[in-house]
């Protein structure tokens, strides 16, 4: 595969809330880009109006494209369509997974590709939609130093920060490491406000000491945009997908053998959540603050 990157082709797999704005700064920033439709035909719909070319089955993406990106719900959704793309791929081509995902899942998924010629690399993402869409986002890379040297270009087109870990399965490691911490202050910030209504403090009072203080932070502010303004899409990542970071990170701990103490109780948070109807599509991760309040008798 002679191509240099700025004339690399590139797939996208996975046009969700963060999908979308990934792959519309691709072809705006001069890439060739092949996009696949699965349910929602809008985002595909705007992407061919901006540039990019629908292809008509996931083998034919994988016979069209050098670099592949995928951004799905997890390692399950990984796993089945890179099975599916399999037929189409060429030695040379090169996979990046940018879900959130298992990192026993991700080197298995290396070895078998390494098998027939393919490469395979982790980047996984932090911020939300509106970086996607601002090409800003932060991103966290698992790959030998070839393979990032010749992703890289590709994702500094959405990226605003890209860090390169490591192997192979280290984006993810850190990946899960990072949620741990973010989806840790989620269940501490929705315990806090309970515990705030409870003793009589309102949630006003109660923002006006930590905002702008050591405390304060980006995402104590998107959580709080929810709790104190009523903006329930501030924050558009799921409760379900969350549950399911920490649920990988509970697996990676297991393996390494260490006391999961703090992410099991901020797991504990989010399957409470899951449990009594947290579970849907427009369920995000500031609501876990009603399911708390809830639990401890608030409405």
């Known amino acids: 595969m002679g191509a240099s990157m700025a004339q690399a082709r590139v797939g996208f797999i996975g046009l969700g809330l963060m999908g979308q704005g990934m792959a519309a700064n ?70 990046v997974d940018c879900s959130t995902s298992d990192p026993v899942v991700t080197e298995r998924l290396a070895r078998e590709l390494a098998a027939v010629g393919v490469d395979f690399a982790d980047a996984p993402l932090s911020r939300t939609p509106k970086e996607a869409w601002a090409g800003t986002l932060d991103c ?40 741990f911490i973010s989806l840790g202050y ?30 304060d932070c980006g995402f104590y502010q998107t959580f709080m945009a929810c709790a104190l303004e009523g903006n329930r899409e ?28 703090m992410s099991s109780a901020a797991k504990n948070a989010f399957a409470y959540a899951m449990a009594n109807g947290g579970d849907g599509a427009e369920d995000y991760v500031p609501h876990l603050a009603d399911f708390t309040a809830k639990l401890n008798g608030g409405s």
């Open 26 to 95: 691709i072809v705006a920033k001069g890439y060739p880009l092949m996009v696949y439709a699965h349910r929602n035909r809008a985002p595909v719909e705007d992407l061919v109006a901006r540039g990019a070319v629908e292809a008509g089955s996931l083998t034919d993406l994988a016979r069209g494209s050098d670099v592949i990106f995928l951004c799905l719900s997890g390692s399950p959704q990984v796993t089945e369509v890179v099975s599916a793309l399999k037929p189409g791929l060429t030695a040379g081509a090169v996979i």
């Open 140 to 179: 966290m890379v698992g790959a030998t130093p070839e393979v990032f040297a010749r992703v890289q270009p590709i994702i500094a087109t959405w990226a605003g920060k890209i860090v390169h870990i490591g192997g192979v399965g280290d984006g993810h490691r850190m990946k899960l490491l990072n949620n």
């Open 186 to 215: 989620a269940a501490i910030y929705a315990e806090a406000i309970a515990l705030s209504e409870k003793v009589g403090i309102p949630i006003a009072k109660f923002d006006s000491v930590i905002r702008g203080g050591r405390m």
């Open 234 to 261: 501030a924050h558009r990542f799921t409760i379900s997908n969350a549950y399911k970071d920490l649920r990988y990170l509970e697996s990676m701990a297991n393996d390494a053998k260490v006391v999961t103490s």
